[in-house]
């Protein structure tokens, strides 16, 4: 253990000879273990989001959305006697699929709500009473609309809690709002806790604390506002939720109600079917790619700067020729030789590398602060990084490190 001090000790004192040229020397190393560093946490980062944000969107859950279509394709759709989504298509799923457990459906209403002594804006949902179990939407006070409110065309609704709050002292359970010309009682107050909105590409989640639901069905009798839809069919549905029993049914769930919809829309694409797990193993696809991507920039970026760590030792190694022959005359062996000039190549990629973690875990930092991306430091972040530089190191010095042992001591000498 002391002689691998002495040797550490007597490398980083060599190496303090010549500040400037070891600092240049390093920096090749530094820069690679800086973007390894910042790369692995951005997209460990990335990955950890969006599985939270697909896992929030249901991994048991499918979703069937209505599509645009342009005036072409509607006359299309309209002659082969596709109408676009609909609650037939619900009770057509939920009976071929033996694995879903319940569905919902979904339209989207653009209405005014008031609230005395103003108005305040609101996306307003109609929908069935599964919707609130598939989508995990969690009923603070009172009750969700339920499937005697949709049959009997009950003028209730529910009114998301950041919505609540808004509106001061109202509305609260038993209160009235006037939706779209219509008064309507307040049955509960809805969130989704420790949730945000997501958007996962093609669905995302709505914002249930911003938001009023009401029985699918009620909304023939509002004054809708004119402003832009998604897309719907005749029978007004935006969105269809389908919640399939276990997860290992899910795909095969997917393939059936594609069938079943290619039947009952003959054959036109005025929907899409979106699976979070399919989203989740594209993202994990586009991760390994971005691995390996990152890999090779990271191996050539090591690999510049253990160039040049050998150019430096090379040099290094013909300017010490004398102190090369000194020591060997005086008892030193091989095994020594390639010691210390091995250990000047670690003790410098290791200083290079740890300088470039440091600055590396700094710029993560950063990126999560002003970019606002997520990011996650991880072990294999910090330790992959600083290994790859020591080894680094440990390849590219011992080819001079063994040159330097190999010289004859009397030629080196007389040098």
Same mark, same amino acid.
């Given at each position: 253990m002391t002689r691998w001090v002495l040797i550490i000790r007597t490398a980083v004192l060599s190496l303090l000879q010549h500040r400037l040229r070891s600092a240049l020397s390093a920096l090749g190393v530094f820069c690679g273990v800086t973007a390894v560093t910042a790369m692995l946490s951005v997209g460990e980062g990335a990955r950890l989001e969006t599985e939270r944000q697909l896992a929030q969107l249901g991994a048991r859950n499918i979703y069937i959305q209505s599509v645009p279509l342009t005036e072409a394709q509607r006359e299309q759709a309209l002659a082969q006697r596709s109408h676009g989504l609909g609650p037939g298509d619900m009770i057509r799923i939920s009976d071929a699929c033996p694995a879903v457990v319940r569905a919902a459906a979904v339209r989207e209403i653009r209405a005014s709500v008031a609230v005395l002594p103003g108005k305040t804006p609101a996306q307003v949902l109609a929908c069935s009473a599964d919707w609130a179990e598939i989508q995990g939407v969690h009923i603070i006070g009172g009750r969700f609309i339920s499937d005697r409110d949709t049959a009997a065309e009950q003028l209730?609704?529910?009114?998301?809690?950041?919505?609540?709050?808004?509106?001061?002292?109202?509305?609260?359970?038993?209160?009235?709002?006037?939706?779209g010309g219509q008064p309507f009682r307040v049955v509960g107050v809805q969130g989704r806790p420790g949730a945000d909105v997501v958007d996962a590409g093609p669905v995302a989640t709505r914002d249930v604390d911003e938001m009023i639901v009401i029985p699918l069905g009620i909304e023939k009798w509002l004054v809708q506002e004119r402003? %832009?839809? %998604?897309?719907?069919? &005749?029978?007004?549905?935006?969105?269809?939720?389908?919640?399939?029993?276990?997860?290992?049914?899910?795909?095969?769930?997917?393939?059936?109600?594609r069938r079943v919809l290619a039947v009952s829309h003959h054959g036109v694409?005025?929907?899409?079917?979106?699976? %979070?797990?399919?989203?989740?193993?594209?993202?994990?696809?586009?991760?390994?790619?971005?691995?390996?991507?990152? &890999?090779?920039? &990271?191996?050539?970026?090591?690999?510049?700067?253990?160039?040049? !760590?050998?150019?430096?030792?090379?040099?290094?190694?013909?300017?010490?020729? &004398?102190? !090369?022959?000194?020591?060997?005359?005086?008892?030193?062996?091989?095994?020594? !030789?390639v010691a210390q000039f091995l250990a000047e190549a670690v003790v410098l990629t290791f200083c290079g590398g740890a300088a470039g973690l440091f600055v590396g875990l700094a710029a993560v930092g950063w990126v999560a602060g002003l970019a606002g991306w997520p990011t996650a430091v991880t072990a294999f972040a910090v330790t992959a990084p600083l290994a790859m530089s020591i080894t680094v190191g440990v390849f590219f010095g011992l080819y001079p490190a063994c040159r330097a042992s190999r010289m004859d001591p009397i030629a080196a000498l007389r040098r």
């Open positions: 209730v609704c529910v009114v998301g809690r950041g919505l609540a709050e808004r509106m001061g002292s109202g509305p609260r359970t038993g209160h009235y709002l006037r939706i402003r %832009p839809l %998604p897309e719907r069919g &005749a029978e007004g549905l935006t969105e269809i939720v389908v919640e399939v029993d276990r997860t290992e049914n899910v795909d095969r769930t997917a393939a059936l109600i694409l005025d929907y899409r079917v979106v699976v %979070p797990r399919e989203l989740l193993r594209q993202s994990r696809r586009t991760q390994r790619i971005f691995n390996i991507v990152l &890999a090779t920039i &990271a191996g050539i970026s090591l690999m510049v700067g253990g160039i040049g !760590i050998m150019n430096i030792m090379l040099a290094t190694v013909s300017e010490r020729t &004398a102190e !090369i022959g000194l020591r060997r005359a005086l008892g030193a062996c091989r095994g020594h !030789i």
